[in-house]
Nanobody, 124 residues
Framework: QVQLVESGGGLVQAGGSLRLSCAAS????????MGWFRQAPGKEREFVAA????????SYADSVKGRFTISRDNAKNTVYVQMNRLNPEDTAVYYC?????????????????WGQGTQVTVSS
């Protein structure tokens, strides 16, 4: 069982940056593939990025590729997403998710554990 708690959201101007963190409980965090998703008002939750248990493999949505970077520190049981060059279309609640399987996946139903989300608002 893994519990996930996101932090780092907030209000930022277009062109700015934020770093989200997701702290995980449980001894087996290092075995989990981790992902970030987001959900804007009136829209479905969508994939943002994923990272393998070792950090050696990553995957990004086309909309964030080149602007966002996912990383993890297994010693701290934490996964991060560094978000640069933010624009108003990035405004959403951002969720951290974990899956107990090595393959990187982009669908919400592939993930077993979810955090409560953190709001990111980008003003124009």
């Amino acid at each position: 069982q893994v519990q996930l708690v996101e932090s780092g959201g907030g209000l930022v101007q277009a062109g700015g940056s934020l770093r989200l963190s997701c702290a995980a409980s449980g001894r087996t965090f290092s075995r989990y593939t981790m992902g970030w998703f987001r959900q804007a008002p009136g829209k479905e939750r969508e994939f943002v990025a994923a990272i393998s248990w070792s950090g050696g493999s990553t995957s990004y949505a086309d909309s964030v590729k080149g602007r966002f970077t996912i990383s993890r520190d297994n010693a701290k049981n934490t996964v991060y997403v560094q978000m640069n060059r933010l624009n108003p279309e990035d405004t959403a609640v951002y969720y951290c998710a974990g899956r107990n399987s090595p393959a990187l996946r982009t669908r919400t139903y592939d993930y077993d554990y979810w955090g409560q989300g953190t709001q990111v608002t980008v003003s124009s």
